[in-house]
């Protein structure tokens, strides 16, 4: 074991706290580079960025998958990755990449089967990560659910053991758009339940920035009544994710994007916020760009205050229907989870996976509303009547909705 300087200072969930007492919102970038001395330097810029921080070590598609052999070959020829090999990389070579940062840095991976990687992770001195047994496993592999599930209840006890554990719902972010709030808050909330009732304590609650900025609002005043009432007693904040669909390919257009995205999570009292860059619709962003997009992000948050009540259209409704539902299917959740999916009492639109029916499906109304215009077996009503079907056309019109808003008043802007 290497006797270098741990890579952090204080835990995770009690930096993201703190700087919530002080009115700071905490920003943090999606990074991941496969070599050590890149990801270093990521790491460390993003700890000298004039912003309160936290770092993030994106791991590698291979890894996410599992498939170790094809890491360490490209490891051995020198080829590339896309993210941080933290199971297969040397173990020295990993401490040496995280010594003495000082700040917390949090592994995010996509994996339907996290078990390595958390022990992996736990081996340096690492106690922060996310996902969950659905939003790892539904978008991001074939994986039945029920092994994805036993796969995270076996993580979670890993992680469970180190009293500084914190985890992330990812079920705030599923497929990351046309996917109505409610049921994004439900996965959220369900998810960090089942990490709860497996013994983590420490939980951040995700939600993806939407189409329309009051619904977002809504959702997240309907997320965060939701953790007061099914997980009441967990060390909690909420994380907002920058827009996860198409994004605008201007770079004002971009930047007002993330500074609404900013503006909301402060609006909502959200502790946490994960920024996209002026680079998110043509290539993977530079270390500059992120901080930039940190600095800028940070900016925009001091310009916003929180809100003391929001509209309500029944998002809270609806999520409460959602979860109290699978509560009833079975007294273990993650069995209860495996029971919704499989009678499509869950049911993700636009999910390719085996195990998700697929007969649910939103659209955006004509004030860029995301509404059900079919349900399934979920027990939810369907909004006002929508489109008879969803055309291809009409589908790829949808996803640019939040494109075309932003780059058609796009700022300008001279760059980081």
């Known amino acids: 074991m290497s006797l270098l300087a741990p890579p952090v200072a204080a835990p995770f969930g009690a930096v993201v706290a703190a700087c919530q007492a002080r009115?700071?919102?905490?920003?943090?970038?999606?990074?991941?580079?496969?070599?050590?001395?890149?990801?270093?330097?990521?790491?460390?810029?993003?700890?000298?960025a004039r912003a309160a921080t936290i770092g993030t070590v994106t791991l590698d598609s291979y890894t996410r998958v599992g498939d170790h052999g094809a890491v360490r070959q490209a490891l051995a020829a020198g080829a590339d990755l896309n993210g941080y090999p933290l199971v297969d990389h040397d173990h020295d070579v990993t401490a040496a990449m995280l010594a003495g940062l000082g700040?917390?840095?949090?592994?995010?991976?996509?994996?339907?089967?996290?078990?390595?990687i958390v022990l992996a992770l736990l081996d340096h001195g690492l106690h922060a990560t996310e996902g969950g047994p659905v939003s790892y496993c539904l978008p991001y592999s074939r994986t039945p659910l029920a092994t994805a599930v036993e796969h995270w209840r076996q993580a979670c006890a890993l992680l469970a053991a180190h009293p500084d554990a914190h985890l992330e719902t990812f079920g705030g972010c599923m497929m990351g758009q046309l996917c109505p709030p409610s049921l994004l808050v439900a996965l959220s909330v369900l998810e960090g339940m089942f990490f709860w009732e497996h013994g983590i304590r420490c939980i951040s609650f995700s939600y993806a920035q939407q189409t329309h900025p009051g619904q977002d609002e809504e959702a997240l005043a309907a997320l965060r009544t939701l953790i007061?009432?099914?997980?009441?007693?967990?060390?909690?904040?909420?994380?907002?994710?920058?827009?996860?669909?198409?994004?605008?390919?201007?770079?004002?257009?971009?930047?007002?994007?993330?500074?609404?995205?900013?503006?909301?999570?402060?609006?909502?009292?959200?502790?946490?916020?994960?920024v996209k860059t002026t680079a998110e619709a043509h290539r993977l962003p530079t270390v500059a760009e992120n901080?930039?997009?940190?600095?800028?992000?940070?900016?925009?948050?001091?310009?916003?205050?929180?809100?003391?009540?929001?509209?309500?259209?029944?998002?809270?409704?609806?999520?409460?229907?959602?979860?109290?539902?699978?509560?009833?299917?079975?007294?273990?959740?993650?069995?209860?989870?495996?029971?919704?999916?499989a009678t499509g009492q869950l049911d993700v639109p636009f999910c390719l996976h085996p195990d998700n029916a697929g007969r649910a499906r939103g659209y955006l109304d004509a004030e860029g509303r995301l509404r059900w215009q079919r349900v399934g077996a979920m027990p939810i009503a369907a909004g006002p009547p929508g489109p008879d079907r969803i055309?291809?056309?009409?589908?790829?019109?949808?996803?640019?909705?939040?494109?075309?808003?932003?780059?058609?008043?796009?700022?300008?802007?001279?760059?980081?």
Request: proline letters at 5%; aromatic letters at 6%.
């Open 23 to 48: 009115g700071e919102l905490v920003v943090q970038p999606r990074m991941g580079f496969a070599d050590p001395a890149a990801m270093r330097a990521g790491l460390l810029a993003t700890g000298a």
């Open 103 to 116: 700040f917390p840095v949090q592994v995010r991976h996509g994996s339907a089967d996290p078990r390595r």
């Open 228 to 274: 007061g009432r099914y997980v009441p007693h967990a060390r909690a904040h909420m994380v907002v994710y920058t827009y996860m669909g198409v994004y605008p390919r201007t770079p004002g257009g971009a930047l007002g994007l993330l500074a609404e995205s900013a503006r909301l999570a402060v609006r909502a009292g959200a502790g946490r916020l994960i």
């Open 291 to 341: 901080v930039a997009a940190l600095e800028y992000a940070a900016v925009a948050a001091r310009s916003a205050h929180r809100r003391s009540s929001t509209a309500d259209t029944g998002v809270l409704a609806e999520a409460t229907d959602l979860i109290d539902n699978v509560l009833s299917l079975d007294d273990d959740l993650g069995r209860a989870l495996v029971k919704a999916f």
């Open 391 to 416: 055309t291809a056309a009409g589908l790829l019109d949808a996803l640019r909705f939040v494109e075309r808003r932003f780059d058609s008043t796009s700022l300008e802007w001279s760059g980081p």
